[in-house]
């Protein structure tokens, strides 16, 4: 799924909701259904107000280093396995793909999209939220954390 407005959301959510309903024959399963439809709609909500950081686009530790993905040197199995394990447990946590991690210019955090262009991330936390990557020139597909968060299966 790509990262979309709310209101479109909520539309697409609507019609599977009237899809369901016109399968359903007893009014306690459309209860369920309007449950969950309202469940997942305020997960949607709140995931685009989250204040966006680093570790939303590419792998990073707990206090936000960009962590390079592992590989083996050949010399110390023990030290390789911790890594890459940290580095698969980080990788859970990104909630956009297609993003690589290329630097910090001028107090922003530069990502390359997988379509070639440039997202610009502010280095200091200051409550840019998913809401406002809808803005950006590129379409953002989100991963299956993002998507577990928000309730919807894959």
Same mark, same amino acid.
């Given at each position: 799924?790509?990262?979309?407005? +709310?209101?479109? $959301? *909520?539309?697409?959510? =609507?019609?599977?909701?009237?899809?369901?309903?016109?399968? /359903?024959?007893?009014? &306690? !399963?459309?209860?369920?259904?309007?449950?969950?439809?309202?469940?997942?709609?305020?997960?949607?909500?709140?995931?685009?107000?989250?204040?966006?950081? +680093?570790?939303? $686009? *590419?792998?990073?530790? =707990?206090?936000?280093?960009?962590?390079?993905?592992?590989? /083996?040197d050949g010399k &110390? !199995?023990?030290?390789?396995?911790?890594?890459?394990?940290s580095y698969e447990?980080?990788?859970?946590?990104?909630?956009?793909?297609?993003?690589?991690?290329?630097?910090?210019?001028?107090?922003?955090? =530069?990502?390359?999209?997988?379509?070639?262009k440039s997202l610009?991330?502010?280095?200091?936390?200051?409550?840019?939220?998913?809401?406002?990557?809808?803005?950006?020139?590129?379409?953002?597909?989100?991963?299956?954390?993002?998507?577990?968060?928000?309730?919807?299966?894959?």
């Open positions: 799924m790509k990262l979309i407005p +709310l209101s479109d $959301f *909520v539309l697409a959510q =609507e019609q599977i909701l009237e899809e369901v309903y016109s399968n /359903f024959e007893h009014p &306690s !399963e459309c209860d369920k259904a309007r449950l969950e439809f309202v469940v997942r709609v305020t997960n949607y909500t709140k995931f685009l107000k989250q204040p966006l950081t +680093l570790g939303m $686009f *590419v792998s990073c530790d =707990e206090v936000g280093n960009v962590l390079e993905r592992p590989y /083996f &110390s !199995e023990a030290y390789y396995a911790h890594e890459k394990h447990a980080a990788q859970e946590k990104v909630l956009f793909k297609g993003f690589e991690y290329s630097g910090v210019w001028g107090g922003f955090y =530069e990502l390359k999209h997988s379509s070639g610009y991330l502010k280095n200091d936390s200051t409550g840019t939220t998913e809401k406002q990557l809808l803005s950006q020139p590129h379409e953002i597909e989100l991963t299956p954390s993002a998507l577990e968060a928000i309730g919807i299966k894959n």
